[in-house]
């Protein structure tokens, strides 16, 4: 509930709480978010919040804070009274209170339960603000499976607050949409983006260039663009290897490996294939020597929902290898540059048929497993049976068998 102490224009009232002369709404303190230390002016309402959360979380407030009043060298006392609160231009009280709830929760042990709209807000601010912990908060939120969002809007929120890993999800939604964009979505995306979801075509299927390396054999791929690395992260199989520029921005190079091969024993030559491929796809890397690449297997990425396209980090660093170049070596870029294919690849469909593939080869290598199994157990079976009394005193059956038994004096006279 809110307080009936008001301040208009800066300047305490007491308790009147009376709209002033020029139809401005009076001045109150927010009845949830008042109780200490720094005061905030948004909109109407008064809010008096815990300072170190602004100074610790934002270097923008931080900035703020440290700077001295006029004609002064003492700090600014600014935010300190009601009479002189920070003024948060353009800023809503919604906004704000939805931002307060999530850095300055009134409960530790649960958090709010904020609708979309809330988070929405508490990105808007965090993005503005720069408070990166709620900012990753609330892009992790958003991002979430439960939650629901038009994808017109979700691009639009990624252009103004720079979630740059809801522009590809978004856009394939677009373009899977049987329905064609209205008027209003043109004029929310803008004409450029909107003919590019109308000439997107298949929306799992990307550009990437492919080399063959030379000794060994083996194919190296790459994507055309950050987007379309995107892609390769998330659609990279399990015998993939992937290659970069160290701290520098390159291309993504991966190579798949045979079958006889392992992440441990890659050949020497196909690392340098690799890594001078990599070394002439970075700007800034081709122009420099002695630089480092590191390789991983693809399995050992990771992406979290709060990194930028094509972005990743690891699992495991200790699945990270490095190889060192020299120099840019031309024979080899030229070589590969020679086998160069551009290739549209349907994503989707490569996973479905490596897992088809790779399912039936799991089959038949289990019917020879059992096949292999039943023939032992017969084999074990019968050397038991070998070893086995049971049968040692057994004797065949033979045509004298079925012929009546003689006593002991028929055998007498027989044998006389």
Known sequence: MESKTDVSNGKLDGDSGTVNDLGIDPIVEDGE???WDVIFLVENILFKVPRHHFEQDSAIFRAMFSLPAAESSEPSSEGTTKERP?????????DFLAFLKVICPKHFQR?????????????????MWEFSDARTLAISTLTSEHVVMDPIERIVQTRAYMVDQWYWPSLIQLAVNPQPLSNDDVDRLGMNFSLRVA?????????IWTFTAVEPPAMIYMGR???????LIKYAWPQDVWFHVDKLSSAHVYIRMSENMTFETIPEALLTDCAQLVKANSIEGNKKDNLTVIFTPADNLKKTGDMAVGQVSFHNDKRVKRVHIAKRENVIVNRLNKTKVERVVDHEQEKVDRIKAESAKRRAVAAEKKKADLELARQREAEKAARSYDTLFNVEDDEYDHQPRKTGRELEEDFM
């Open 199 to 207: 000439e997107f075509g298949d929306p799992y299927s990307a550009l």
């Open 225 to 231: 663009d950050k987007v379309e690395n995107e892609e």
């Open 111 to 127: 958090r709010e339960d904020l609708s979309v709209e809330n988070w929405t807000s508490v990105l808007k601010l965090s993005t």
């Open 86 to 94: 920070i003024r948060l231009e353009g800023i809503s009280k919604a």
């Open 33 to 35: 978010y008042f109780f």
